[in-house]
Every structure is written in structure tokens, then in C-alpha cells.
Nanobody, 125 residues
Framework: QVQLVESGGGLVQAGGSLRLSCIAS????????MGWYRQAPGKQRELVAH???????NYGDSVKGRFTISRDNAKNTVYLQMNSLKPEDTAVYYC???????????????????WGQGTQVTVST
């Protein structure tokens, strides 16, 4: 069973930085896509950053130039470095993964739509 576990959230002042981590566990062979989404109170969940195993990366418009996504494929981990944080970045941040190949012994399964439990990021003025 695949699980995504986020860490690194917290309270930070505007202009500060935080680094989020998300580790995928289970009998994982490979992960095609990993990314971060966020949801603020009363708002829809939105894309923050997304990276494929092939190195394609895209960012939400509001975080371009401030946030950086990276992956360690050997560790099934994705990171989000957040700099120059603003109060409007306050949200619950969720890790997402798609195209997770699991299995062994020649029997494999590819699953989609995995989510972590979320980690709170609060940016104060």
C-alpha cells in the first residue's frame, strides 16, 4: 500500500523560507509524477508545483520565481523550497503523486491519484 507523508510545514514570518518534504512509501518501483498542491480556507485546491520523472517542471503562476520543486527519485521523495513567503501563501499543502508503479516478481500495478495528509503552512505579517 502506497503512502505519502509530508513534513516541514509551520509558522514563518513574511519574507521567510520553509522547505517541505514528501516521502512515498510502499513497494514502489518508480513514480512518474510528483507535485504539490495547496488549499486555503474557502478556496479551491490549486497547483503549486509539479515535476515528472523525466524532468518536466511547472509552477503555479503565484509562486513562480519564489518556490522550487525538486525530486530525489532514488528516495521516492519530492521537496518544495519556498522562499520569500507571503501571507497569501498560507494554506494546507498537499503532496500528490501519479503513475506510481508498485509490485515485484514481474507483477506490477500502476496507480494514480495518491495524496498525502497535508501540512499546514502559515505566513504571518
Amino acid at each position: 500500500q502506497v503512502q505519502l507523508v509530508e513534513s516541514g510545514g509551520g509558522l514563518v514570518q513574511a519574507g521567510g523560507s520553509l522547505r517541505l518534504s514528501c516521502i512515498a512509501s510502499g513497494s514502489i518501483v518508480s513514480i512518474n509524477e510528483m507535485g504539490w498542491y495547496r488549499q486555503a480556507p474557502g478556496k479551491q485546491r490549486e497547483l503549486v508545483a509539479h515535476a515528472t520523472s523525466g524532468g518536466n517542471i511547472n509552477y503555479g503562476d503565484s509562486v513562480k520565481g519564489r518556490f522550487t520543486i525538486s525530486r530525489d527519485n532514488a528516495k521516492n521523495t519530492v521537496y518544495l523550497q519556498m522562499n520569500s513567503l507571503k501571507p497569501e501563501d498560507t494554506a494546507v499543502y498537499y503532496c500528490n503523486a501519479d503513475g506510481i508503479k508498485t509490485g515485484h516478481g514481474g507483477v506490477y500495478f500502476i496507480g494514480y491519484g495518491y495524496w498525502g495528509q497535508g501540512t499546514q503552512v502559515t505566513v504571518s505579517t
